[in-house]
């Protein structure tokens, strides 16, 4: 609506023509200039520009919408406003569905606490037939630093779908779905950008996943798209300058001196604060009095939420679907205690 045109906008013909002659086309144009700006360049007395001004406001103004109205319109466009349920019941109920399409999910947490086992389950979910609840998709798997593991991938299907993958070749045609890409360095997938935008719409891909560098990716991505997107995010210690400025987080300096006796370290997002607003929904990974727990700690739909989960062969397991509700620093901190860096599963060690 800003680009729409002041000619034909129903304006006066002697104020429109006085706007045409002074280069200001757009709804755009004359916003963009104060009244005591419009005043001077237009020549024109403040009640013709008040007027003026209200009349362009009003047109290219969005009508307001109910609560209702929204809510019905969505359920009209749900396959463009659906979800990407992740199979945990808790997590899913909180997020009204699963991971939503075409908006940015981010997962938070130190190094083995289980990103990557969590982004692998989603990719076998959304290559799933969606007769099994599944997007009946390809999956596009940026895997940065080489975490990526077909073995893993296929043993968490066999443990959770085994009604699927023992048929015979299954295991392989999903497999086959997953489209994993390496690259080398930032200047080599942004070369290769335009490409995986062109085989998100040709390929009928339902997921992307970014393993593990966030900043390789922007939410416009997510907007064209219109799948769930899903990055994960590594995590840094936090300096004493960075608590001090970041008063909502921690109440003072003396006070994360005795956290730091309680939790291993305290640790932030590798990308600060900037890029948290980039995301959608941030799903924090973190390990606290020997437990792990995923947490919503960002969400427009869900209140901050912690679940408690184990990972078993079958991949991520929620331990309760009864979230645990968050409060003050809790809902950003992330916590680094007792867990291990290799998950064993008969023997063999995986790193997360």
């Not at 009244?35 to 237009?42: D, H, I, K, S």
């Not at 969505?74 to 992740?86: K, S």
């Not at 989603?122 to 630093?145: K, Q, R, T």
């Not at 987080?249 to 005795?258: D, G, K, M, P």
């Amino acid at each position: 609506m800003a680009n729409k045109q002041i000619s034909q906008m129903g304006l006066p013909k002697s104020i429109a023509n006085v706007f045409a002659a002074r280069n200001v086309f757009t709804a755009k144009d004359a916003l963009s200039l104060t009244e005591f700006e419009l005043m001077e360049l237009l020549d024109v007395g403040l009640a013709q520009v008040t007027s003026a001004v209200a009349h362009i406001s009003e047109i290219v103004c969005p009508p307001c919408q109910t609560a209702l109205s929204l809510m019905e319109l969505r359920v009209q466009n749900e396959h463009l406003a659906g979800h990407l349920p992740t199979h945990m019941k808790g997590l899913d109920e909180a997020l009204c569905g699963g991971i939503p399409f075409g908006v940015l999910t981010e997962l938070v947490g130190p190094a083995g606490i289980g990103k990557t086992q969590f982004c692998l389950k989603l990719s076998l979910l959304a290559s799933l037939p969606a007769s099994y609840g599944g997007l009946d998709g390809h999956v596009i798997y940026i895997d940065v630093e080489s975490k990526f593991s077909s073995r893993r991938l296929i043993e968490i299907g066999v443990k959770s779908f085994p009604e699927i993958f023992h048929r015979k070749g299954m295991a392989q045609e999903m497999a086959g779905r997953i489209h994993v890409l390496r690259p080398a360095s930032l200047s080599e997938f942004t070369e290769s950008l335009q490409q995986i935008k062109i085989s998100l719409l040709q390929n009928q891909v339902k997921l992307l996943v970014i393993d593990s560098m966030a900043a390789l990716v922007t939410g416009s991505l997510a907007e064209f798209s219109r799948i769930p997107v899903v990055v994960t995010n590594q995590v840094r210690s936090q300096s004493r300058d960075e608590i001090c400025h970041y008063y909502f987080q921690v109440q003072s300096w003396n006070e994360t001196i005795e956290d730091r006796t309680r939790h291993d370290s305290h640790l932030v997002a590798a990308l600060g604060i900037n890029w948290a607003h980039a995301v959608t929904i941030r799903l924090v990974l973190e390990a606290k009095s020997d437990q792990r727990f995923i947490k919503v700690a960002k969400s427009p739909i869900s209140p901050p939420l912690a679940f408690p989960f184990n990972i078993t062969s079958s991949g991520i397991l929620l331990l309760s679907d009864d979230g645990i509700e968050l409060t003050g620093p809790d809902i950003n901190a992330i916590h680094c205690q007792g867990h291990n860096d290799i998950i064993n599963f008969g023997g063999e060690s995986l790193q997360c």
